[in-house]
């Protein structure tokens, strides 16, 4: 069974800083999709980025990067110029080559910008 | 390009009644996924349809809760009877198999739920 692990619950980071969230996973496919999502508090889980396992280029959207360590099972996500709209809950998730099939997420990071 | 759209965004109800939820996927998405959203946790999938076939319902409490797909476009979750542990976000998702959003799960803005 896969898991996914978000060792901070908390994180904070000035506004126009850079801030880096973790997250772990354990599978046993050797291929497999892993995302970050936010959810502001209107609820709405709203895709950050997105990494296919079989590419070995960390994925970048705009100021939003990852840092993909597959060997080590690591997905961090990496926030630059940090503004205030970034304030969320932040859902580390993995899902099987058969990317249809469920996400299984992670307890989230709430990251708090600090004007 | 519209998202997915759920409705109604809260429901208040007391414990034993009936209750349901509607979700429209974005156009064209084949699979749609319901999930269940506790305080304080990631979502946890309930339930995963193609099309009008649920091919994966082994995390819904089938002796309370049903859904249906017709026509294999919009769902709906039922609760019936609600109980208090049911208070929580219903989370309804949708993905197409084709494109460069392939496998991606968009989500709704989710249905909150308190049973009181």
């Known amino acids: 069974a896969q898991t996914v692990t978000q060792s901070q619950p908390e994180m904070s980071v000035q506004e126009a800083e850079t801030v880096t969230l973790s997250c772990t996973y354990d599978?046993?496919?050797?291929?497999?999709?892993l995302f970050w999502y936010k959810q502001p508090p209107s609820r709405q889980m709203i895709l950050v980025i997105r990494?296919?396992?079989?590419?070995?280029q960390n994925a970048t959207e705009n100021r939003f990067s990852v840092n993909f360590q597959k060997a080590a099972k690591s997905f961090s996500l990496k926030i630059s110029d940090s503004q205030l709209g970034d304030a969320a809950m932040y859902f580390c998730?993995?899902?099987?080559?058969?990317?249809?099939?469920?996400?299984?997420f992670g307890t989230g990071t709430r990251l708090t910008i600090i004007p | 390009e519209a998202g997915v759209v759920q409705s109604p965004r809260y429901k208040i109800i007391e414990k034993k009644q009936p209750v349901a939820f509607w979700c429209n996927p974005i156009?064209?998405?084949?699979?749609l996924y319901w999930y269940l959203q506790n305080l304080g946790q990631g979502p946890e999938l309930l339930i995963r349809?193609?099309?009008?076939?649920?091919?994966?319902d082994s995390q819904l409490p089938k002796d309370r809760f049903s859904a249906e797909r017709l026509k294999g476009v919009d769902s709906t979750l039922k609760i019936q009877p609600a109980e208090l542990g049911d208070s929580a976000v219903y989370l309804c998702?949708?993905?197409?198999?084709?494109?460069?959003?392939?496998?991606?799960?968009?989500f709704g803005p989710g249905t909150r739920l308190t049973v009181l």
């Open positions: 990494q296919e396992a079989y590419k070995q």
């Open positions: 599978t046993s496919e050797s291929d497999y999709y």
């Open positions: 998702a949708s993905s197409t198999r084709t494109g460069e959003d392939t496998d991606t799960q968009y």
């Open positions: 349809y193609e099309n009008e076939e649920a091919v994966d």
């Open positions: 998730a993995h899902s099987t080559n058969f990317g249809n099939e469920k996400l299984t």
């Open positions: 156009s064209g998405h084949n699979t």
